[in-house]
């Protein structure tokens, strides 16, 4: 769960969960003031007309380019999944951003494996998105070199789900777009499901039925899960794969373990199917992620807690095998580093160790190759080829790919 587990054992996932925070502020800005502002919403949001922000659409997260108090840009994730906005102690020092004056300079966090951290909170004057100005935004800080090692790329923050709260946006990512609007956008694609939206912890949470159950799930952008329980949720499901060890995930403040299996049964989206759902399991909220939703253009509009899944076409919901080597790999300056072994793997099998680093892929230069280029290739291919840098030597390895869950 940055949220939850991500596809097919080549990467780590990353996640701040359920941030709590309480906060007062101030500030005089002229600008049109919303009629409720939620407890982590920027103070004030500018907005002129509908906008249409080009992205980034990586391991299935949406990255856009962001300006901080003017600076920047910086590039951040849009993450549903937490409550306020995060940027990391480089960009707060670089953007000069004021600490936030309360009795109580740190927040405390619950990540996504379920541990209590704080975290320091600063008021950032300005964030700019396209043409949209938030004003006033008190956003928390937190170390994020573990999630920016997951495709070599720097993370310079996340979005949280109030930063958005007096507009309608939708994260658009067949077209690789996030829409910001004060009505509902227009040339969108058809409705295709509706939910009404349950608040808990300033983060959306939606009614699904799991095996005829309704269960009330967390809709979050910054989780590649498909479907995410944590084990007290288990009691009583009927699985058609029983849970096994699965991928690393990278949450604020350590990495841990998730198990995955793949339940019996129908998971339904008010109108939508998905039979069979392979589900990650791991201590943190009940979450659809977008292992799920990935391929749908997400609108949320939080002032009325509604949210929609658009696409241009209906049907089922497909639910492939998790395909994977048993590796889990952190970037690193000479390629890839291993970081974590899945048990029972062809990595396993073939006796591959934490810390060692992956040097080629498929005979080319192992840091040509971004976190997706290699799940792509994992999905199409029988086998993975790679060379290894290890304290015995450089060794050349053929992993069988093989199937996580069936």
């Known amino acids: 769960m940055v949220t939850a587990g991500q596809s097919a054992g080549v990467d780590l996932v990353t996640k701040t969960k359920r941030l709590l925070l309480n906060i007062g502020m101030a500030a005089s800005i002229l600008a049109r003031l919303p009629a409720t502002v939620p407890e982590y919403a920027p103070l004030f949001t500018r907005i002129a007309q509908a906008t249409v922000i080009p992205a980034e659409v990586s391991g299935h997260g949406m990255y856009v380019s962001v300006l901080i108090n003017g600076q920047g840009p910086f590039r951040m994730q849009i993450d549903t999944g937490c409550s306020i906005s995060i940027i990391s102690p480089e960009v707060a020092a670089a953007v000069e951003a004021r600490g936030v004056e309360t009795n109580d300079d740190d927040a405390p966090v619950v990540n996504g494996l379920g541990d209590i951290l704080t975290m320091p909170r600063v008021l950032l004057d300005s964030v700019g998105i396209g043409g949209v100005q938030f004003q006033g935004v008190v956003v928390g800080v937190v170390p994020l070199e573990l999630q920016s090692k997951l495709d070599s790329r720097a993370l310079d923050g996340l979005l949280g789900y109030s930063l958005f709260a007096d507009l309608f946006f939708a994260l658009d990512f067949p077209n690789q777009n996030l829409v910001l609007s004060d009505d509902r956008p227009k040339d969108l694609p058809p409705i295709r499901a509706e939910f009404a939206v349950t608040e808990h912890s300033e983060v959306p949470f939606i009614a699904v039925k799991l095996q005829g159950k309704e269960v009330s799930v967390m809709v979050d952008t910054g989780s590649n899960d498909r479907l995410h329980l944590p084990p007290d949720d288990l009691t009583g499901l009927q699985w058609k794969v029983e849970p096994r060890p699965g991928f690393l995930l990278a949450v604020a403040g350590e990495a841990g373990r998730e198990q995955i299996g793949r339940l019996a049964g129908t998971l339904e989206l008010d109108r939508l199917r998905l039979a069979e759902p392979v589900v990650g399991i791991s201590d ?46 952190f970037a690193d300056p000479d390629g890839w580093r291993v970081a974590g072994i899945i048990p029972h793997s062809p990595a396993e099998a073939a006796a591959i160790q934490e810390g060692d680093v992956v040097t080629q892929i498929e005979g080319q230069p192992a840091h040509s190759w971004t976190r997706d280029q290699i799940q792509a290739w994992i999905d199409t291919h029988p086998t993975l080829n790679l060379q290894l840098s290890a304290a015995a030597g450089v060794r050349n390895v053929g992993l069988r790919v093989w199937e996580l869950v069936p």
């Open 284 to 329: 943190g909220p009940p979450t659809v992620g977008l292992g799920l939703l990935h391929t749908f253009c997400l609108v949320f509009h939080e002032s009325e807690d509604k949210f929609w899944l658009c696409a241009a076409e209906a049907g089922p919901l497909p639910s492939p095998p998790e395909r994977s080597v048993g590796l889990s790999l």
